[in-house]
């Protein structure tokens, strides 16, 4: 059984090193949540024996997979918090015990594992049908781990057409709020499973276990096009127009950001287009047809063009552009359909990046936002999904990258039909997560599964919500 470590029982930079030490991606904290104690989870019955502990104590029980929440959600005041990063690790390997059946092509996985993790073993299960290795779209980042990443419902490669990362997920094990294992799918506690795809971190319960369908991996090609700050709106246009009729294979993003390309100081626009094809040929099509409708009133400063690349490399870009050890501000729209001028509501936020690490990222998300979603609790979307990311080191420049991404989001949300959990922190501000019936669905769902908050839920502002869950509304209306 693994130790459960209260805070007026252990050495105070033994227990501060276990709330915050090794396993919370942003620099930037609130350190004046003190959890009551905690305790890094080694299998499920380790889990059960923390929420019984929570009980005895009457105290709230936070969880944390890979504690890449951007608001640091899993450190709680007053809470037994249940660190998850060795769940059913085998001794000496970091990332947790996997199964994989090759006639299903399910695979099993403790949800502290991370993308990399999880993708690094299915390398090896080579279809024998196809010839091709198994995969699982998970966080772009590779250190984000699958819980917190499939609760929120997971923003994967390829989302705009595979769909959301959690429509992959065919069962859940889970320990309840009054401290019992159950297994969970379309078929058994069907309710638990609808809210374990989309709830984030309101889910009223501790999975400890997922069950994936996993997909074949194609070769990844990408074309990336560098141009000045100043072509933002024109870039934007061409490539939000180019890609509604995109090949069904290709990822599509607009990033403002400092590249570390040749003289160029300033911050510059990429279009970056990745592609996962069986071919060269095949990528090549698919990728001429976006790159073939650039506007004549822009160049390039720099291009790539469909060059052949891998998980790995994406992945060591996306750890270049999220950098450990630094202080970050997010917030993030699901800009409407409707608006009315796209590049001219970005531009302000997008061309006035608060520091040379910082980014404001455009995700092309339809057809799959034009999709009827499966029946589960994620259920808001929209064709432009817009994040902001300010990143930056020193403490002194707390005001100005905060200040960037509230007072940018003051003018975005008022054209926004709502946000994804994954970027956002309800601490912040309010707006919408769900449709108004799963909403509502979820607020029941949390209440019979956890009637006492034993779960701490959503970290809105004083830490408040408890049961009741977010308010589902625009702050400003
Ligand atoms: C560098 C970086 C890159 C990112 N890239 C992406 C991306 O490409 N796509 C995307 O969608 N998101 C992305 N995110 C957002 C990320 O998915 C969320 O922050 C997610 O919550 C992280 O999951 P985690 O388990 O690592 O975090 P944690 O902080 O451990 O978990 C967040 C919360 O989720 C809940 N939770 C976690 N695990 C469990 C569990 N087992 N049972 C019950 N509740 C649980 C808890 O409330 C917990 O506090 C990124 C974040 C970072 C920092």
Redesign the pocket.
């Known amino acids: 059984m693994a130790v459960i470590k209260t805070r007026d029982a252990t050495d105070a930079a033994d227990f501060d090193d276990a709330v915050w030490g090794r396993?919370i991606?942003?620099r930037r904290r609130d350190t004046s949540r003190v959890p009551f104690a905690v305790c890094e989870a080694e299998t499920a019955a380790d889990v059960v024996a923390c929420v019984e502990f929570a009980k005895k104590h009457n105290t709230r029980v936070?969880?944390?997979?890979?504690?890449?929440?951007?608001a640091?959600?899993?450190v709680r005041h007053g809470a037994v918090l249940v660190d998850?990063i060795y769940l059913d690790q085998k001794e000496g390997e970091w990332g947790g015990e996997f199964s994989y059946d090759p006639t299903t092509k399910i695979v099993s996985a403790p949800?502290?594992a991370s993308g990399r993790e999880l993708n690094d073993f299915l390398a090896e299960k080579v279809d024998a049908e196809d010839g091709r290795p198994r995969w699982f779209p998970g966080?772009?980042?590779p250190?984000?781990?699958?819980?917190?990443?499939l609760?929120?419902?997971?923003?994967?490669w390829n989302c705009k057409n595979w769909g959301w990362?959690c429509e992959a997920i065919v069962g859940i094990d889970?320990v309840t709020a009054d401290a019992k294992q159950l297994h969970c799918s379309a078929t058994t506690n069907p309710d638990l499973f609808w809210a374990a795809r989309g709830a984030?971190?309101g889910?009223p319960?501790?999975?400890?276990r997922f069950h994936l369908q996993t997909r074949p991996l194609d070769t990844l090609y990408q074309s990336l096009y560098f141009f000045l700050l100043s072509d933002f709106q024109a870039v934007l246009r061409w490539v939000s127009a180019a890609a509604l009729s995109a090949d069904p294979l290709t990822e599509i993003v607009v990033v403002t950001s400092h590249f570390a390309i040749d003289e160029f100081e300033s911050p510059m626009v990429l279009a970056n287009f990745l592609t996962f094809q069986p071919t060269h040929e095949a990528a090549q099509i698919a990728l001429a047809a976006l790159i073939d409708t650039i506007p004549d009133t822009v160049t390039p400063i720099m291009t790539i063009d469909c060059e052949e690349t891998d998980l790995d490399t994406q992945y060591a870009m996306?750890t270049q552009a999220?950098p450990e050890d630094h202080r970050?501000c997010v917030d993030n729209v699901y800009v409407s359909n409707e608006v009315a001028d796209l590049p001219a509501l970005l531009e302000p936020a997008f061309t006035s990046l608060p520091s040379k690490q910082s980014a404001a990222l455009w995700f092309a998300m339809n057809p799959t936002s034009r999709r009827q979603l499966p029946d589960m609790a994620l259920s808001l979307q929209s064709d432009y999904y817009v994040s902001l990311y300010a990143v930056w080191e020193d403490e002194a420049e707390d005001e100005s990258c905060v200040g960037w991404v509230r007072n940018s989001m003051k003018t975005l949300e008022r054209s926004s039909v709502g946000s994804?959990l994954?970027?956002a922190d309800f601490q912040a501000r309010r707006t919408k997560f769900w449709s108004e019936g799963a909403g509502k669905r979820l607020k029941e769902v949390r209440k019979k599964w956890d009637p006492e908050g034993r779960?701490?839920g959503y970290l809105d502002e004083g830490d408040r919500s408890g049961v009741e869950g977010l308010r589902n509304e625009f702050e400003w209306k």
């Open positions: 396993h991606f942003n936070s969880v944390r997979s890979g504690g890449h929440s951007w640091a959600w899993s998850l949800p502290s966080g772009h980042c250190d984000v781990a699958l819980g917190g990443f609760l929120q419902g997971g923003m994967g990362a889970v984030g971190p889910f319960a501790i999975v400890t996306q999220n970050y994804y994954g970027d779960i701490c």
